[in-house]
């Protein structure tokens, strides 16, 4: 049986295969980045009605911590693509 699991060839169609799973497994970040995007703005919009006369500071912090969050779902983006048409 090992000796059939290891001289077994791969073909290309397993090779596509398992690139868009590892691209599929890879965009599972960007949910993550949206959950957190949503959850600051949220806070944002909580914090400036208890607090109007802050709404300057409370909107540069929500908008740097979105960019923030954003660079992770960005980042499992280039990795996917780099999966699906580099490997």
Avoid: C, H
């Amino acid at each position: 049986m090992l000796d059939l699991i290891l001289t077994a060839e791969f073909n290309a169609s397993y090779v596509d295969a398992f690139k868009y799973l590892g691209a599929g497994i890879a965009m599972i970040a960007g949910i993550g980045a949206g959950i957190g995007q949503g959850i600051a703005a949220g806070k944002a919009a909580e914090a400036v009605g208890r607090q109007p006369e802050a709404e300057g500071k409370i909107r540069n912090m929500m908008l740097l911590g979105q960019g923030v969050a954003e660079t992770t779902g960005i980042y499992a983006f280039v990795i996917a693509i780099l999966l699906m048409f580099v490997a």
